[in-house]
């Protein structure tokens, strides 16, 4: 018998397709919360933030935009975040921008939330648009941690239906609770897709509500082809250029003198200008075009804080003998022949706080090196300083001094660091919070070791 072909039509083998669709098994949805995208998609979210009890018209609004480039050959994602952070104030008619920042990230990251910055800014708002997820079916249970830019975050996975997510999460910042701040995060996650859908956020002062904030995913749609290719094919080369910029200012800010410090500044722009000339992408461009402007808007104030330091850096270290807060003798004297870095700090700073993690780690890095961290605090009250030390648990010690030790080292702004080399002399200052500090400050300490 001859076997023949059965000819169906398009009505035919539609139903044909019906019916198997209706008998299969449905594809099991992921066990665990997981993101997932595709080259080309662009993520709209928007949001503000409400103060709860102000009459003032406070407020803020918020644009963020996830880009996605390409699947990396480790099956991460890039992605380019951008972040739009606007503050208003007044009311009604009388209702003006007070503020608006603009941050530029690059980004890898896993299906899980593991992510690696790729130079570009630097900036508090990564953990609420990409935050961890479990790693396994058991901290889906029992719960999760993760830390981003200083700030630890406690993890709950709170309600999962068959078309979502909900993941409450915890910022754990020092800073907020030594002065009775904190706040709540819940995060809904797309459970077919693999993107969050919405964020709202509750912000309390010890026992009161101050503000909430709500960010949900408003519009979606796809790179142009040709702006993506280009896209994929240049963002490496001006990551590593933005990397470099970001590596030559950090250290002319660090440890240069002027005049020459001057010059530097020049020439650092110039070779960041230089290395993105050639890119043809809108996108990237764009962000160099940003980052030339931001350099030439902050130079002035750069100029005077190098001229300010360089009236120190390169003189001997003033010198000092002081107890630190458990009663043992700290003299810098006696510190000769190992680098020093000292930071000055005070309670009521929320980013000297805020930092210390970052010098924590600084000191545990050169453990058993020819390597001394020390705290200088200027509070008045002595218990004001051993709170900060007792709640984040530092193990670097801590000198109490008078504002006469701080102007001696021409601090003006807190927090400020002092980095003195084997010689006893003042060879760098870093001024300011900086989510980079640990990385700059051992980079230079190295140089400092192979110098001595």
């Not at 001859?2 to 949805?29: D, E, Q, S």
């Not at 082809?225 to 470099?244: N, V």
């Not at 590596?247 to 660090?254: E, G, M, P, V």
Request: charged share 25%; with cysteine; hydrophobic share 40%.
């Amino acid at each position: 018998m001859r076997a023949t072909r059965a000819h169906l039509g398009p009505v035919g083998f539609a139903a044909i397709v019906l019916l198997l669709a209706m008998i299969a098994p449905p594809a099991p949805a992921a066990a665990l919360p997981r993101y997932s995208f595709e080259p080309g998609q662009r993520l709209v979210y928007r949001g503000a933030e409400t103060m709860t009890a102000s009459r003032s018209g406070m407020g803020v609004e918020r644009e963020t935009i996830l880009s996605v480039v390409r699947r990396n050959a480790d099956d991460t994602w890039r992605l380019i975040v951008t972040m739009t952070h606007t503050r208003f104030g007044g009311a009604g008619d009388a209702r003006r921008v007070v503020h608006r920042r603009h941050d530029f990230h690059i980004v890898d990251l896993a299906a899980d939330g593991r992510l690696r910055q790729r130079g570009c800014d630097h900036f508090d708002g990564l953990d609420r648009v990409t935050p961890r997820l479990p790693a396994d079916a058991a901290e889906a249970t029992r719960g999760w941690s993760f830390t981003s830019a200083d700030i630890g975050h406690r993890c709950q996975l709170v309600d999962r239906t068959d078309d979502a997510w909900t993941i409450e999460i915890t910022p754990m910042s020092a800073m907020n609770e030594l002065n009775g701040f904190s706040s709540t995060v819940r995060t809904t996650i797309d459970r077919g897709r693999g993107i969050i859908a919405e964020i709202a956020t509750r912000y309390r002062h010890r026992d009161r509500e101050t503000r909430t904030a709500l960010d949900r995913l408003e519009e979606e749609d796809r790179i142009p082809a040709s702006e993506l290719a280009t896209l994929a094919a240049e963002i490496d080369g001006f990551a590593e250029a933005t990397a470099r910029y970001e590596s030559r200012l950090a250290r002319t800010l660090l440890a240069g003198r002027m005049p020459a410090a001057a010059a530097t500044l020049t020439e650092t722009l110039a070779e960041f200008e230089a290395a993105t000339s050639g890119f043809r992408s809108d996108t990237l461009r764009a962000r160099a075009r940003t980052l030339i402007t931001s350099h030439h808007a902050a130079t002035p104030t750069w100029t005077t804080r190098l001229q300010k330091q360089s009236r120190i850096i390169g003189q001997p270290a003033p010198t000092f003998a002081l107890p630190d807060l458990d009663g043992t003798p700290r003299d810098l004297a006696a510190e000769r022949g190992r680098v020093v870095v000292l930071d000055f700090w005070y309670r009521a700073c929320g980013w000297c706080v805020r930092a210390m993690p970052q010098i924590e780690s600084l000191s545990a890095r050169f453990a058993g090196r020819p390597v001394t961290v020390l705290g200088v605090n200027v509070d008045r009250v002595r218990d004001d300083a051993r709170l900060v030390v007792d709640r984040l648990g530092l193990t670097y010690p801590s000198v109490q001094a008078d504002g006469k030790l701080a102007a001696a080292y021409g601090v003006r702004s807190y927090p400020t660091l002092a980095v003195v080399d084997a010689e006893g002399v003042v060879r760098g200052v870093h001024v300011g919070y900086a989510s980079t500090l640990e990385e700059d400050l051992a980079a230079f300490i190295e140089t400092l070791l192979g110098d001595s």
